[in-house]
């Protein structure tokens, strides 16, 4: 099934396209973005011409193969790589027009990151409740306020016994969720995660995105996350297949009602506003390297028939004529 980017329940359809308004507005928006990555005289294009779109108090997933252009795009999105080209809109700001200072400020206030190793988002020797509270004191919070808020947070989180305690005193899914509270910590409108879960055991790692979904209902933070958890799907509202610095396609997983808990996950490819897709891997073989195909529209549905051979043009009989003298 051939679509582009829309609404979860019917993605083949614009909400624009049934005469309806956006039920949120867009906080993220990404429109041709690209990065390039310059060493001595090497390029890489990191990203190429990506699109992607991100309502508020969305809760997505992004999968993808190592150099697929996965925490390129996080890190655009934090404010820790300025993009190359294109367009890149998070909430009123744009990141490719943006000064240094006010940088510095949306790094501060609006967006949360939290890093796949731990010891990038605790400070060793501070405990649970100071390592919280330390972003709100660099922010200018008043003590009472920073107490009051890493105390809900901490509570939200399970963890109102293990405000007292140093890093190493806790498992490695309670840093993780220490982590997302100092990430939480001034209030961000974005939790953005890389590989949070990439160092948990299985059933742990359930657990963080249970806890991750539940943060996103109750404060109505905008999560997008970096993952390679196989069943990701059933814990986020879409999850966003990125490939060779593209978006290639989106899941949608759905219950089946057959029974309790069951859900069925369904796949698209994207078309983005330039009329270009990925095709999924096992097709592109049919393909070899690359070549030649023939596309139809009928009844809503598209059709790509690779060729074998290239057609060569006739070139015809033609006869030169001497003009008489």
């Known amino acids: ?84 080209a294109g367009q890149v809109r998070v909430g009123s700001r744009d990141l490719l027009d943006i000064s240094d200072s006010e940088l510095v400020m949306y790094r501060r206030l609006d967006v949360g990151f939290v890093w796949q190793a731990t010891g990038r988002n605790l400070v060793s020797y501070l405990n649970v409740v100071d390592n919280i509270e330390l972003p709100m004191a660099m922010a200018g919070t008043s003590t009472s306020e920073r107490r009051n808020w890493s105390t809900e947070l901490l509570s939200s989180l399970g963890l109102g016994d293990k405000a007292g305690r140093l890093p190493y005193q806790l498992s490695g899914g309670e840093q993780q969720r220490v982590a997302i509270a100092v990430a939480l910590a001034n209030r961000p409108k974005l939790l953005l995660a890389d590989e949070p879960t990439g160092e948990l055991d299985t059933q742990t790692a359930g657990q963080v995105f249970e806890m991750l979904r539940e943060l996103n209902r109750t404060f109505g933070v905008t999560v997008v996350m970096v993952t390679h958890y196989p069943g990701v799907a059933h814990f986020v509202d879409r999850v966003v297949n990125i490939r060779d610095g593209r978006i290639s396609s989106e899941s949608y997983s759905s219950p089946t009602f057959q029974r309790q808990g069951d859900r069925v996950e369904e796949e698209y490819l994207v078309v983005d506003r330039a009329g270009r897709l990925q095709l999924p891997q096992e097709m592109t073989e049919q393909f070899g390297v690359g070549g030649l195909a023939k596309a139809g529209l009928e009844d809503g549905t598209i059709t790509i028939k690779p060729v074998g051979d290239r057609p060569r043009p006739s070139r015809g009989n033609y006869r030169r004529e001497t003009p008489a003298s």
């Open 1 to 84: 099934m051939v679509t582009t980017q829309g609404h979860p329940e019917d993605p083949g359809i614009q909400p624009e396209q049934l005469g309806l308004e956006r039920t949120e507005p867009l906080y993220i928006e990404c429109r041709d973005l690209f990065k390039i990555y310059k060493r001595a005289e090497l390029e890489v294009v990191a990203l190429r011409g990506l699109d992607l779109e991100v309502e508020t108090g969305e809760l997505i997933a992004i999968i993808g193969a190592s150099g697929s252009g996965k925490s390129t795009l996080m890190n655009v999105l934090a404010g820790l790589d300025r993009p190359s």
